[in-house]
């Protein structure tokens, strides 16, 4: 690989214009340049000019790129901005209870930046972009309320979060969940849900506790292996959220064969949405019913024994991460991750990178996917991703759009139908890299992440 180093200068003028002038090494007339500014904004520009929304401190990073002579290399400067306005919006809101479970929100944010969106979740699986809502709650109950003020670019923004009680509607009815099953030959089972309530507007949530599910009311299903499966319903009701009940029951297989000795380990990284820019991510690991034990390798020279561990990387550079998992039979497998973890070469405890290895069984709960065939195309994009797949309802779903360093790139909610859909992401403006895709029902449980190259 031919030797190459990134490296620029840049002055800085008015109101938040910085002209930034490459001046790598080793380059070639097909090297691609690629900029990340620090404020969710992107160039492929040689040497270009940016403004910066807000006066604040931005790590702007360079990485080159040549197919020619296959050099790679990446840089990261630190630039003060202070020249133009400040971002100290703060979010608030207060509210009123009426009757008949209507609640009217009045915004009470300061230092709102002209143009600043607003998004309300209040806390029932229903949200507005209005700046003063008023919504009606169908139930009596405590709900927590959501507003986030944020710019076009999601660099400036504020999150206010207040509870809500709601004493002047109808009480919501009690309900149960439950399911009985019979085993047949090989494996079969079938499965009765038995549910204790008033709702009639029910969807059921079934995982076999082997990595498969159904949205069946009373499924029927084959174990391909013996062994203890711990099965869960979840019944919830779709029209008003009245009712949501689960129940979990160890189904024993014998009547079918053993599951030969081969423990496997599949994973995925992605940036955590909850802590967008925090530096930390998520790995979702999906362990063989062997495994019993695993060694994480962190790309550092480091590794941790146990099947959820946490690390954190205290240099700059790119880390790719391995995992062997062992079985109690002896035998052992090893898979490693193509996508890498990349922490910047300043150093303040804002950068710093943690990583953890999320363990579903013990309250972190597993994505409830219900979404098959799921497609996205061309991968990897130029400037359009089509995004196609079969819903088992109609709901809205929103996707967003990280970068390899967890900020967000787009966000954006389409409304979903039972059946087939299909939808485009215009992904013009953004640079050449790695992403992840965060699928969201409207029920806020994820559904999906997507990995896409540009």
């Known amino acids: 690989m031919a030797q190459c180093n990134a490296g620029f200068t840049y002055t800085v003028g008015t109101a938040g214009q910085v002209n930034f002038t490459d001046a790598s090494t080793g380059t070639t007339g097909g090297t691609v340049?690629?900029?990340?500014?620090?404020?969710?904004?992107?160039?492929?520009?040689?040497?270009?000019?940016?403004?910066?929304?807000?006066?604040?401190?931005?790590?702007?990073?360079?990485?080159?790129?040549?197919?020619?002579?296959?050099?790679?290399?990446?840089?990261?400067?630190?630039?003060?901005?202070?020249?133009?306005?400040?971002?100290?919006?703060?979010?608030?809101?207060?509210?009123?209870?009426?009757?008949?479970?209507?609640?009217?929100f009045t915004d009470a944010s300061t230092n709102v930046i002209s143009g600043m969106n607003y998004y309300w979740n209040f806390g029932?699986?229903?949200?507005?972009?209005?700046?003063?809502?008023?919504?009606?709650?169908?139930?009596?109950?405590?709900?927590?309320?959501?507003?986030?003020?944020?710019?076009?670019?999601?660099?400036?923004?504020?999150?206010?979060t207040a509870s809500v009680a709601v004493t002047t509607t109808l009480t919501a009815p009690a309900c149960t969940a439950a399911f009985t099953y019979t085993t047949g030959a090989s494996g079969l089972v079938s499965f009765?849900?038995?549910?204790?309530?008033?709702?009639?507007?029910?969807?059921?949530?079934?995982?076999?506790?082997?990595?498969?599910?159904?949205?069946?009311?009373?499924?029927?299903?084959?174990?391909?292996?013996?062994?203890?499966?711990?099965?869960?319903?979840?019944?919830?009701?779709?029209?008003?959220?009245?009712?949501?009940?689960?129940?979990?029951?160890?189904?024993?297989?014998?009547?079918?064969?053993?599951?030969?000795?081969l423990p496997t380990v599949s994973f995925s990284i992605h940036p955590d949405s909850l802590n967008v820019g925090s530096g930390i991510w998520n790995i979702n690991p999906n362990y063989s019913s062997q495994v019993s034990s695993a060694v994480w390798h962190w790309g550092d020279g480091s590794s941790t024994a146990g099947l959820y561990p946490s690390h954190t990387y205290t240099n700059a550079g790119w880390y790719n991460i391995c995992v062997t998992v062992y079985a109690l039979c002896g035998d052992s497998s090893t898979t490693c991750q193509n996508d890498s973890v990349y922490r910047m070469a300043y150093s303040t405890t804002a950068n710093?990178?943690?990583?953890?290895?999320?363990?579903?069984?013990?309250?972190?709960?597993?994505?409830?996917?219900?979404?098959?065939?799921?497609?996205?195309?061309?991968?990897?994009?130029?400037?359009?991703?089509?995004?196609?797949?079969?819903?088992?309802?109609?709901?809205?779903?929103?996707?967003?759009?990280?970068?390899?360093?967890?900020?967000?790139?787009?966000?954006?909610?389409?409304?979903?139908?039972?059946?087939?859909?299909?939808?485009?992401i215009n992904t013009n403006g953004i640079g050449h890299g790695v992403y992840f895709i965060n699928m969201t029902g409207s029920d806020g449980k994820k559904t999906s992440t997507l990995k896409v190259v540009k």
């Open 33 to 104: 340049y690629y900029w990340n500014f620090g404020d969710n904004t992107y160039s492929q520009v040689h040497s270009p000019s940016h403004t910066f929304p807000y006066n604040g401190t931005y790590h702007v990073t360079l990485q080159i790129d040549s197919a020619i002579n296959g050099c790679n290399s990446i840089i990261t400067n630190t630039i003060v901005i202070s020249n133009t306005i400040n971002c100290n919006v703060q979010a608030v809101f207060t509210y009123t209870v009426g009757s008949n479970g209507q609640v009217s």
């Open 124 to 160: 029932n699986n229903v949200s507005s972009s209005a700046t003063s809502p008023v919504t009606s709650y169908p139930y009596n109950g405590n709900y927590v309320v959501q507003l986030r003020v944020s710019d076009n670019l999601g660099f400036c923004s504020s999150t206010y």
């Open 192 to 261: 009765t849900s038995l549910y204790t309530g008033n709702s009639s507007n029910l969807n059921y949530s079934w995982d076999f506790g082997n990595g498969n599910y159904s949205t069946a009311k009373n499924p029927v299903y084959t174990y391909p292996y013996n062994g203890n499966y711990n099965v869960t319903l979840t019944v919830h009701d779709s029209l008003n959220n009245s009712c949501s009940a689960t129940t979990s029951n160890t189904v024993a297989i014998t009547n079918t064969v053993n599951q030969p000795c």
């Open 352 to 424: 710093m990178v943690h990583v953890n290895v999320i363990n579903h069984a013990s309250g972190i709960k597993a994505n409830t996917n219900t979404m098959t065939l799921l497609k996205v195309y061309p991968n990897p994009f130029n400037e359009d991703l089509t995004i196609s797949f079969t819903s088992y309802e109609n709901k809205k779903l929103t996707y967003v759009m990280y970068d390899m360093m967890g900020n967000q790139v787009i966000k954006e909610s389409v409304d979903v139908v039972k059946g087939d859909n299909e939808f485009k």
